[in-house]
């Protein structure tokens, strides 16, 4: 190839990649990840198709992007888990191996071989540390670039949703709240992103968006989207018994949380 | 990418090799490969009650005349749902155990969705099959009972395999190893003529009947364990039902123990 024998080419042929997958990612459905009381909840909204899963026994992810994607990255996850939990054991399983060794590399290389399709996709992780009452984050770019936090991480089409997200949920001591109070937290960071993926023109100063962000709308945003879209969660539960902590979340136990914003009128109506 | 989305084909790309293959180039018979004989007596049996499945076996292993420990469990978990009991060679069988174990929840990952009980069966039989040279050296054999409950049917079901991986479907009760010629007529005869069969018996009734049944087979049998004051060690009793899997907790095998072996107990 012609292109990748001139750096310059190659640098612009890199950027066009990057605007062209960030155009892909930007209107996704943000994920939601955070510590509560009893372990770590995930949450999206969606058209009834998972995105939320169950990678091993302490391990989910949420992703946002195309669907195809993201089950090759779910998948790879899932083998390079299990291949580690028989090999050697259960507990020697880390979301770290998984995110350093696994998807970090599987990314990197697919956006890099300029003349292979990248992932159009971002992942989030979230693992229950054992023992002990921390949990662990990883996001995961189309470019194979990963963040690990604690405690909260959130995920949106574009880093400026994830920015957002970050500030709302930053704001609560998360670890101390009950399941509902999670919750109802996660859906309003959901909120958070999804406004800041929806801005019709992106402030170019962080000061400026943050600034926006304070004064925007939050609960009209996700009474508009409960209109139409449904609502998935699991948990990582640290109060189950068994080995396996992964939860989804029944719609009877969702239902009392969303209730609040189904039922609240339009402001000015 | 692994396309064929088993647990155990992955494992073997990834440089795993599954040991029941691994003597298959010898030729010789057992004797002389393996002058002293491993450890494979003991007494596993399962039986149909009214909420689903019992399974019991004692916890004797032996090589020979030797016994090795009192303490050696043969009846394990390998999903929320399933066990598996094992006759044999506890090496092998743990092995088996561990992959079977590790394949259904890979692949009720993995696909999203729980494997049937027909795909379960069938890796179990591939394992017992693929462990034949293991098997044919006579150092290796691995005979399982495999107890689970179908949510489908909403039973619990028993099967039994040979040492070539034929799966069979023993509808009322299994017993498998070295002290199980001296109970199967037992359990038949109970089953048919002993008043009630199993299928009725409460949980209570069917674990004092499974006790009893691995004591008699201890009576005849010297690689069969059995209950004794000093070790205070408890066969390993399971039920699996509806709700799930479950130990029988050892204070409920104590007094059980007390009621029907000991004390003789109703029925």
Request: charged residues 25%.
């Amino acid at each position: 190839m012609m292109m990748l024998d001139e750096p310059y080419r190659w640098a612009e042929a890199v950027a066009n990649r990057r605007d062209y997958i960030e155009d892909q990612l930007g209107s996704g459905s943000p994920v939601v990840g955070l510590n509560y009381r009893d372990g770590a909840l995930l949450l999206t909204l969606g058209r009834g198709q998972q995105k939320i899963f169950e990678v091993y026994d302490r391990i989910a992810m949420g992703a946002v992007g195309h669907p195809t994607d993201i089950e090759k990255l779910r998948q790879a996850a899932i083998d390079l888990a299990h291949v580690i939990g028989f090999n050697y054991s259960e507990a020697d399983v880390t979301l770290q191996q998984i995110v350093h060794f696994g998807l970090g590399p599987a990314m990197k290389t697919a956006f890099d071989e300029i003349v292979r399709s990248p992932y159009i996709a971002r992942v989030l992780l979230v693992e229950l540390e054992d023992p002990g009452k921390a949990i662990v984050l990883y996001t995961v770019d189309y470019d194979g670039g990963f963040l690990r936090t604690d405690k909260q991480g959130a995920l949106g089409g574009i880093p400026e949703a994830d920015r957002v997200m970050q500030r709302y949920l930053a704001e609560a001591d998360t670890g101390r709240l009950g399941l509902r109070d999670a919750l109802d937290l996660a859906l309003r960071a959901w909120a958070a992103g999804r406004w800041a993926g929806q801005l019709e023109e992106m402030p170019n100063e962080a000061s400026d968006l943050d600034r926006a962000a304070d004064e925007a709308d939050v609960t009209g945003v996700l009474r508009d989207a409960l209109g139409s879209l449904e609502v998935e969660a699991a948990v990582l539960q640290r109060s189950r018994t068994r080995k396996n902590k992964f939860r989804t979340l029944a719609s009877r136990e969702i239902a009392p949380v969303i209730s609040a914003y189904r039922g609240s009128k339009p402001a000015g109506d | 990418m692994n396309q064929g989305n088993d647990l155990f084909d992955l494992l073997k790309e990834s440089g795993y090799r599954f040991p029941g293959g691994a003597l298959s180039g010898q030729t010789h018979s057992s004797e002389a490969a393996f002058p002293f004989r491993p450890t494979e007596g003991t007494t596993i049996l399962a039986l149909r009650y009214r909420d689903g499945v019992i399974i019991a076996g004692d916890r004797r292993a032996t090589a020979g005349n030797a016994v090795i420990t009192d303490r050696a469990d043969k009846v394990i978990d390998i999903d929320e749902v399933s066990v598996m009991a094992i006759s044999g060679s506890p090496a092998m069988a743990y092995e088996i155990a561990r992959i079977l174990g590790h394949s259904f929840q890979y692949h009720r990952r993995r696909q999203l969705q729980e494997m049937s009980l027909e795909a379960k069966l069938r890796r179990l039989s591939l394992l017992v099959r693929d462990n034949l040279p293991m098997a044919m050296q006579g150092i290796g054999a691995v005979i399982p009972i495999f107890a689970t409950y179908d949510l489908r049917d909403g039973r619990g079901k028993i099967f039994f395999y040979d040492a070539l991986g034929a799966q069979f479907e023993g509808t009322d009760f299994a017993t498998t190893g070295s002290g199980s010629p001296g109970i199967r007529g037992a359990m038949y005869y109970l089953n048919r003529w002993g008043g009630r069969p199993f299928a009725e018996l409460d949980q209570e009734e069917g674990v004092g009947l499974g006790l009893r049944l691995l004591f008699t087979a201890s009576e005849h049998d010297a690689a069969t364990g059995r209950y004794e004051r000093a070790a205070d060690v408890f066969p390993s009793v399971k039920t699996i039902t509806a709700g799930g899997l479950q130990d029988v907790p050892v204070d409920d095998l104590r007094r059980i123990y007390g009621d029907f072996v000991e004390q003789g107990g109703p029925r």
